[in-house]
């Protein structure tokens, strides 16, 4: 039910503990009963349930934001982008609130966790602005892998893209396939350097070409088929 957009996952749960949920002409008061859009008809309120469309959007991700579908402390989280979007739709994976750029939102579960897998070794591309200069030996560090409280980071590709001496500011380009808690910023936080600013700029072949802050398109049917390869 909340995935079809009747209501928060709570409400729903108390709608069928109310008897308003009816499955196959049967009321069912008990939640996670499971059921089939395609073969079940189930009845909410007197109305027929119908399975949501699929959605798929590239959202660029304003620095500040939350991540998250819901927040308890009402911060500002990526929904409020998409008050207009009627289905139900989730992120794919997470930036952290500081950082920015591309993220995938949809209401595929089968795609969401492909590209999550951490076998399909999907790849993520960051510009990261860092304070001071970076020497060649750090980058080399960098692509070959840091070792974390989690692990080893697998090898990423490091490209140096160059430094600002009025700012102070080094601009580096790192391409990684994992997706741990802040992983980046770790990486680079390892070597004693200060994160500026951390903003994705590609996932798999997605770029933010023609995308503003704060905004959204729909992907394409062919960019929806290119993500499935990774199957």
């Known amino acids: ?30 939640p996670g009963v499971k059921v089939d859009l395609q073969k079940d008809i189930i009845v909410v309120d007197g109305k027929r349930l119908e399975k949501p469309a699929k959605q798929y959007y590239l959202f660029n991700k304003p620095k500040g934001v939350l991540t998250t579908v819901k927040d308890d402390r009402e911060r500002n989280t990526v929904m409020d982008y998409f008050k207009n979007v009627k289905d139900r739709i989730y992120p794919v994976g997470r930036l952290d609130q500081n950082t920015e750029g591309l993220l995938i939102m ?27 200069r970076i020497t060649d030996a750090v980058l080399e560090k960098l692509a070959q892998g840091v070792p974390l409280k989690d692990g080893m980071t697998a090898p990423a590709v490091v490209v140096y893209v160059g430094y600002d001496g009025a700012t102070n500011i080094t601009e580096v380009e790192i391409t990684i396939h994992e997706g741990r808690n802040r992983q980046v910023r770790r990486m680079f936080e390892y070597f004693g350097f200060q994160v500026h600013n951390l903003r994705r700029t590609q996932y798999a072949f997605l770029t933010l070409s023609g995308v503003k802050r704060g905004a959204y398109r729909r992907l394409t049917r062919e960019e929806v088929a290119g993500l499935y390869k990774y199957k």
């Not at 909340?2 to 008061?29: D, F, L, Q, T, Y």
């Open 1 to 30: 039910m909340s995935n079809c957009g009747v209501a928060s996952r709570r409400a729903s749960e108390e709608m069928i503990a109310a008897g308003r949920v009816r499955v196959n002409g049967v009321i069912v008061k008990t």
């Open 106 to 132: 949809t209401n595929d579960g089968a795609l969401a966790n492909i590209l999550m897998h951490p076998s399909k070794l999907v790849d993520k591309t960051y510009n990261v602005r860092i304070k001071g």
